[in-house]
């Protein structure tokens, strides 16, 4: 039978895994920092209204240049970044929709960027741990990856940022805000420490920005002085159109221009045009949810310090959690229960999503009942 190592792999792709969580039957999923909400009726409506007035024309590419869909994320990067600012000033009036990019998930417009900027001979440099897939986006372009430890408690100083890419010369810088899997938010002075110390493209990774707490800085308002500085972001967290497929970056249209070298024909699909489109369209209703997912966060953080466990601050839609004696264990113990949450790989830690008032609680009582029946399931006990 043949196998993965009787074909001519790349070398440097031998031995590697792909990237994926346990996809299983449970009745409480809150392993992949989903947004538990559905969509809302009448976004469904609009969508569908959007999809079917495009079916007959289907014998046609789409839009290249996905003009509509940059306009409106224009809208809603301007908007959001003004709400965020919080004294009414509009720190990216200056954008306008050609600073904006598509593609089939934020991943995709990572994968663009590292097509672009990274390759054979050549490096990006990431801050662990953090989102699993820069290192495995970096990789499959053929550049090296480097990974700097962040502190103890995960954080990340502007003096360890800016020292480390001197020292390294890296052609593409990750930053991670608010941070996948930690959580915590990075202060905007990090990132203008990494942009004085870099010569290469810095990628700011804005995947959960709407679920921050008060205080976090979006690095959309850098982009004017900085034209080697690209925001990442995604409508599959705050959004809740994971199953759309649809990432965005902020950038200078240069870098656009880059971007346009090593993207696929046509990649964004007409009918994902004008599912995005309709989502946009209808931004506030999509996005009454967030509260109540930062509420559910909250009361996960509250539930899991009282029981004992090291809780990470978090600016995201998910908690990680130590102090655990045996992550496999107490991962299992939570499935057998129906509760299906994410071993990371980080000793001693697992992460769990916010989800909907009854999936938190059904969370929260799996694992109090665990806890009282096995307090060995703490570390320091």
Not at 225 to 244: I, Q
Not at 358 to 378: G, K, M, N, Q
Request: aromatic fraction near 6%; charged fraction near 20%.
């Amino acid at each position: 039978m043949l196998t993965l190592s009787d074909l001519p792999l790349r070398d440097d792709l031998r031995g590697k895994e792909p990237y994926g969580a346990p996809q299983l039957a449970v009745d409480v999923a809150l392993n992949v920092n989903e947004n538990s909400h559905p969509v809302p009726p009448a976004v469904v409506d609009a969508v569908r209204r959007g999809v079917d007035a495009q079916l007959r024309g289907l014998n046609r590419y789409p839009d290249r240049e996905f003009t509509r869909l940059r306009e409106l994320l224009l809208t809603y990067v301007q908007d959001f970044s003004s709400r965020q600012s919080g004294d009414g000033s509009t720190p990216a009036d200056f954008l306008t929709a050609d600073w904006l990019w598509a593609a089939n998930g934020s991943n995709e417009v990572l994968s663009h960027i590292l097509q672009a900027f990274g390759g054979p001979g050549r490096t990006a440099l990431g801050f662990v741990p953090s989102y699993s897939m820069h290192p495995l986006i970096t990789q499959s372009t053929g550049a090296r990856w480097i990974a700097v430890d962040r502190g103890e408690d995960f954080s990340l100083s502007a003096e360890t940022a800016a020292a480390a890419v001197r020292e390294h010369h890296p052609d593409v810088v990750f930053l991670c805000t608010p941070n996948n899997p930690t959580g915590g938010g990075l202060p905007a002075e990090v990132i203008e420490a990494v942009l004085h110390a870099s010569t290469g493209i810095v990628i700011v990774d804005e995947a959960y920005a709407e679920f921050a707490r008060p205080g976090y800085t979006t690095a959309v308002h850098l982009l004017r002085e900085n034209p080697r500085l690209v925001v990442s972001r995604t409508m599959s967290k705050a959004f809740a159109f994971a199953g759309v497929r649809l990432g965005y970056a902020i950038a200078h249209p240069a870098v656009t221009d880059a971007l346009r070298l090593v993207r696929l024909p046509y990649h964004l699909s007409a009918l994902t045009q004008a599912a995005a489109c309709a989502a946009l369209e209808h931004t506030p209703v999509l996005l009454d949810n967030v509260e109540a997912l930062i509420a559910e966060r909250d009361r996960m953080v509250t539930a899991l310090s009282e029981l004992g466990f090291d809780v990470a601050e978090t600016d995201a839609n998910f908690v990680l959690f130590g102090g655990v004696s045996d992550t496999r264990l107490l991962w299992q113990r939570l499935l057998d229960a129906g509760v299906l949450i994410r071993d990371i790989g980080i000793p001693g830690h697992l992460r769990v999503n916010a989800g909907t008032t009854e999936e938190t609680t059904a969370f929260i009582e799996a694992i109090s009942a665990i806890v009282a029946a096995h307090p060995e399931t703490l570390e320091n006990l």
